[in-house]
């Protein structure tokens, strides 16, 4: 559960939204052809989850969803 609580908190949405930022530009000026272009679609997900603040792992951990509500289980 301390994974969850690290990705909901302000850290854990900068860290998710760099990443995802970095997948985006790795996939369209590094990476050449299609697998950059579906590279640079994958970091859509991170900085989405960072930027709307939802963890993706919450359900499968146990935790709700939205960031919100697991900063309030505390």
């Given amino acids: 559960m301390a994974f969850v609580n690290f990705m909901a908190s302000s ?10 930022i970095v997948l985006i530009v790795v996939g369209l000026l590094v990476v050449e052809g299609t697998g950059g272009i579906v590279l640079a679609l994958i970091g859509l997900v991170p900085l989405a989850a ?25």
């Fill in 11 to 20: 850290a854990g949405r900068l860290l998710r939204i760099v990443a995802g």
């Fill in 50 to 74: 960072g930027l709307f603040d939802f963890c993706l792992v919450g359900p499968l951990l146990g935790a709700p969803f939205r960031g919100a509500a697991i900063r309030q289980r505390k």
